[in-house]
């Protein structure tokens, strides 16, 4: 393993350790009834003027870095998989994203 490598893998180490607690916060969050999660009202405030969620922004952040990671390494993280594919979801007939946030919780616990 090259330093590069080694390097990597540390920062790894760190962004899923954040990523994982920060997950399980918003998640928690989100199941009470807060929405921005999962973005699937994005559509209606754009500038993200009145739903803000910073929290929820970094982790979309840190899935997507993880999962850059990751395929340097030839592997995949299944929980930002999951978490990626949730903020992917979109219709009317989607879920909303407290109860996406409760199944997910569930999903994780049982795990």
Not at 78 to 85: A, D, N, W, Y
Request: some cysteine.
């Amino acid at each position: 393993m090259t330093k590069h490598q080694k390097i990597q893998e540390r920062r790894l180490i760190q962004l899923e350790s954040e990523f994982l607690s920060l997950l399980l916060s918003c998640l928690r969050e989100c199941e009470q009834g807060r929405w921005g999660l999962f973005g699937q009202n994005d559509h209606v405030d754009p500038e993200v003027l009145y739903w803000g969620w910073p929290e929820a922004k970094r982790l979309r952040n840190l899935a997507e870095e993880i999962r850059s990671l990751r395929s340097e390494f030839g592997e995949t993280n299944e929980t930002c998989e999951r978490f990626i594919q949730l903020c992917s979801l979109r219709g009317a007939n989607v879920l909303g994203e407290p109860t996406l946030a409760s199944d997910f919780l569930a999903s994780l616990k049982n795990a």
